[in-house]
């Protein structure tokens, strides 16, 4: 399975000229994850992918941050007659942001599903991998979100099944799936020729938080953590406050969570952005500040490396050309 993440939106609190706010973007093989929708959206996908169709959008919290580019792409897709169903989950609350958001978007005609939450919850029906609701530590009520593929099979031992007697590649077929097969001596079993299962991928995205014991714990040898970023160590005290990280914490978070790879967003549009990055960088080597349309490719582990594409999304175009969808009438 591909695996990996688009950045739309890395900046905090308010868009600038080369920031826009929360979105990120999951591609599991064919499944598409947005974890936040942040203003404007919806312009960052057809900037760069294209407007992708996705599957779940996952809302971090109700600061406006990280929701206002609902509506905007919710009502192109409509114009666009989108049929496929849309879920979109968020923290408890989300019903009723939903039903205030609905007095600007009006009727859409494809059929959305609005699923709560809470923290430890998963969304149910993930093909192949897991998403996971966890607590973290904000102002308001916040998930942040932990994506798990699913375990891999052991790899298969041909060269000592053949010398266990098994000589038809069917057989081989066989022992991967489960089964035990007949040889002359007797039987052979799967688990004489299967390695140990192998684990699945993990990306983790806070939203915004404090540094925190469960972001700790979901994120343990995570592929890639996304985390708050928003402050400079001499504005810790402040971070604590407003529920917010230094960089340089959720560096600390992602070393001791033995994370391969960090990326920071949410940096405050007040600080020189390579400055906090050496903060972080002193405690995780592996830690990133990210603009829009990077990209962050996920192989299997004994492939190698997370590895971070500047500009990345920009060449992997999957949606509609910009032509298409200028060619939609009404409203
Ligand atoms: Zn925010
Ligand atoms: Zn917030």
């Known amino acids: 399975m591909d695996l990996s993440v688009v950045f739309y939106g890395t900046g905090g609190s308010v868009p600038t000229a080369r920031r826009a706010t929360a979105c990120v973007l999951i591609r599991a093989g064919g499944e598409r994850v947005l974890i936040d929708c942040g203003e404007g959206a919806q312009r960052q996908m057809i900037a760069s992918t294209g407007l992708v ?3 779940d959008i996952l809302i971090t919290h109700f ?10 792409l919710l009502k192109t897709w409509d114009l666009q007659e989108r049929q496929a169903p849309l879920r979109i989950a968020g923290p408890k609350g989300l019903r009723d942001l939903f039903e205030a958001l609905r007095r600007i978007f009006g009727r859409i005609r494809y059929p959305v599903e609005l ?3 809470g923290p430890g ?3 149910p029906g993930a093909d192949g991998f897991e998403l996971r609701a966890f607590e973290v530590e904000h102002r308001m009520r916040a998930n942040g979100y932990t994506f798990v593929e699913h375990e891999r099979p052991g790899r298969f031992d041909a060269d000592l099944a053949r010398e266990l007697g098994v000589g038809d590649v069917r057989d081989f077929g066989r022992l991967q799936r489960g089964e035990a097969v007949a040889v002359e ?9 299967m390695g140990e299962p192998r684990r699945g991928r993990k990306i983790v995205v806070t939203g915004d938080t404090a540094p925190c014991e469960m972001t700790r714990i979901a994120a343990h040898q995570a592929e890639l953590l996304v985390h708050d970023g928003t402050f400079a160590v001499e504005e810790a005290a402040r971070a604590a406050e ?3 990280s230094t960089a340089r914490q959720a560096a600390e978070l992602a070393a001791a969570a033995e994370a391969r790879m960090l990326a920071l967003v949410h940096i405050s549009t007040r600080y020189h952005v390579g400055r906090v990055l050496d903060e972080a960088r002193a405690a995780f080597a592996e830690a990133h500040a990210v603009r829009d349309f990077d990209l962050v490719e996920i192989p299997f582990p004994e492939r190698g490396e997370p590895r971070l594409v500047a500009g990345g999304a920009s060449q992997q175009r999957e949606g509609p050309e910009p032509e298409s969808a200028a060619a939609i009438e009404g409203d």
């Open 63 to 72: 600061h406006a941050d990280h929701y206002l580019g609902l509506p905007g």
């Open 53 to 55: 169709q996705v599957d």
């Open 115 to 117: 699923v709560e939450l």
């Open 242 to 244: 407003t529920g917010h």
């Open 121 to 123: 919850e998963a969304l």
């Open 185 to 193: 001596r007797g039987e052979v079993h799967p688990d004489q020729v």
